[in-house]
């Protein structure tokens, strides 16, 4: 004989999916028109696409998933007491619960390798840099992607998950969980490193402290993101109450859409200048596609070996001239500033004097003036005179001079 049904939840019928909605698809959208903007100034205004835009376009369409996927669960019941929810009705909600997780898992991981991109084409690290942002950006998509697999293997059947009639033989929830949070601390720890790693490139350069400071806050928005991460992993223990599931989980699917939109968000953001001044008007906007080198990289950081060359030249020279900034074209990536307006210009001043040589006599000509009747005979500069561009003039008119025979 079965026991009395349960008690009704405390506070009734609550429904919180409205809540998910609206701040999943809210993020989204930000994120999205994030989105939009930083690849419309890279195709239209810099023409200058790189795998970070790859990456991030790669990220954002996994976020819309995530939000399609979660609007779904929450027609299906998400965000209430399953006490309310009939057995069938709660099952549904449940597997689509699961089936989201899949794409909410691995859109806090994939923004990462686009910020480690965009950072590598802004400020060109070293070498052994590149490889350990690229390698600790795929970690945590690895073990991201750990987490999903574990999602869906712990149980067999593994719909059992969602139909305990089925009786499935699960894995011990300690495994899961603890796995989760040591992965969701993991990544909260790449956000804050790739949020303060340029930083500690940026304060090596000769820029002035506003600028350095000004851009770290640019690069470094992602301490938004593992601030979000951290509090995520505390909403993770939510997954042990399998008797309210529906309604205890409502803050980990909240999170989980605002940990990878706010990392979208931060690896746009400092993209977006171009769009900006071409916005506004601002003079120095670029608004074609078809530029030369120079044109398409007007807002370009020193990278860091260029700076540690020029450290070693003002080391050798004590009076160095500043030529940040001036390299192959080749070399060239989108800048996030303007040309510094106290930049020292190398310029040359040229000083030309002419001066008439003496009057020589020549036959055939007036005695008494020694020019050619009806002709003016020109002045000729003396060597003390001459400028060094003219000397060198005069070098390469000699040349031929010396081989046709006439010297």
């Not at 009704?8 to 429904?15: A, I, K, R, S, Y």
Request: net charge positive; with cysteine; hydrophobic share 40%.
């Amino acid at each position: 004989m079965s026991g009395p049904p349960p008690p009704p939840p405390p506070g009734g019928d609550q429904n919180r999916g409205p809540t998910i909605n609206i701040v999943n698809w809210t993020f989204t959208a930000v994120a999205t028109l994030c989105v939009v903007l930083r690849l419309f100034g890279r195709l239209r205004l810099t023409n200058n696409v790189g795998w970070d835009d790859f990456w991030i376009l790669v990220s954002i369409l996994i976020s819309i998933t995530y939000s399609g996927l979660a609007s779904a669960y929450v027609a299906a019941g998400g965000g209430r007491h399953p006490y309310y929810l009939g057995l069938q009705q709660f099952s549904k909600a449940v597997r689509l619960a699961i089936i989201s997780n899949v794409p909410g898992i691995i859109s806090v991981a994939v923004p990462k390798l686009a910020v480690a991109c965009l950072l590598v084409r802004l400020l060109n690290p070293p070498i052994s840099h590149k490889i350990f942002l690229y390698g600790l950006s795929t970690s945590c998509i690895l073990t991201q992607s750990l987490c999903a697999i574990f999602l869906w293997v712990q149980c067999k059947p593994a719909a059992g998950l969602w139909n305990p009639s089925l009786n499935p033989v699960c894995w011990n929830e300690n495994i899961l969980i603890d796995f989760s949070i040591f992965a969701g601390s993991y990544s909260a720890f790449i956000d804050l490193f790739l949020a303060l790693y340029p930083a500690s490139i940026l304060f090596k350069l000769q820029l002035s402290l506003k600028k350095k400071v000004g851009l770290s806050c640019a690069l470094g928005l992602g301490i938004i993101a593992a601030v979000v991460g951290a509090y995520k992993c505390s909403t993770l223990e939510e997954l042990r109450n399998h008797t309210d599931y529906t309604y205890a989980t409502t803050n980990l699917e909240i999170v989980s859409s605002v940990e990878g939109t706010v990392i979208i968000i931060a690896a746009c953001l400092p993209t977006l200048r171009p769009v900006f001044l071409f916005v506004t008007g601002i003079p120095g906007t670029r608004n074609s596609s078809k530029k030369t080198p120079t044109q398409s990289s007007d807002y370009q950081l020193p990278s860091y070996r260029q700076e540690k060359k020029a450290a070693g030249r003002r080391a050798r020279d004590p009076y160095p001239v500043d030529t940040t900034g001036v390299g192959d074209a080749d070399s060239m990536e989108d800048r996030i500033l303007p040309p510094p307006e106290n930049a020292i210009r190398k310029t040359y001043d040229v000083e030309v004097n002419h001066e008439l040589a003496p009057e020589t006599e020549v036959p055939g000509t007036s005695s008494s003036t020694g020019r050619i009747p009806g002709r003016k005979t020109p002045g000729t500069k003396t060597p003390a005179t001459r400028t060094s561009m003219e000397r060198e003039r005069a070098k390469e008119e000699a040349w031929p001079q010396l081989f046709d025979g006439r010297h």
